[in-house]
């Protein structure tokens, strides 16, 4: 089965070049989503809006996929500090209504356009 390009107006078009998301093999890989709105304003402030904003984003690519949260198996949280680890977990936890995939959670020197947070996710299709 060749690989699919996922593209929607629910999440920030590419900040560099790549895809928003990749459907291989019955899996939906994510790009890294950092706090950028689907408009490409960044979302500033609260670690937690921002953490919030880079879900939504992987939603909106799921969900373009034909996916949902629930689908995920794995998702990579990369963040400029430790110290945001459970402010991110508690707005992270109200995405999954079922079991949590698996996660890790990286602390980082930089990331793109300054951002505080990113995160990138694979899911299954289950359809």
């Keep these: ?3 699919q390009t996922v593209s929607t107006p629910k ?10 998301g990749i459907i291989a093999d019955g899996f939906v890989f994510t790009s890294g ?10 979302v500033e402030g609260d670690i937690q809006a921002m953490a919030r904003q880079c879900l939504d984003n992987i939603k909106g690519i799921l ?9 995920l198996v794995k998702v990579t949280v990369f963040a ?4 945001n680890f ?4 508690d707005v992270y936890k109200t ?11 990286v ?13 990138e996710g694979i899911a299954v299709l289950t359809r």
């Excluded at 969900?63 to 689908?71: F, H, K, L, P, V």
């Excluded at 459970?86 to 977990?89: C, M």
């Design 107 to 119: 602390e980082v020197s930089n990331l793109p356009r300054n951002a505080q947070v990113e995160m």
């Design 33 to 42: 989503q950092i706090p950028l709105r689907p408009d490409g304003t960044m």
């Design 80 to 83: 400029k500090d430790m110290k």
């Design 11 to 20: 999440a920030p078009a590419a900040v560099g070049p790549y895809s928003q």
């Design 1 to 3: 089965m060749p690989k």
């Design 86 to 89: 459970q402010a991110i977990n």
């Design 63 to 71: 969900e373009s996929a034909g996916a949902t949260m629930n689908d």
């Design 95 to 105: 995405y999954f209504n079922q079991s949590p995939p698996a996660r890790s959670f």
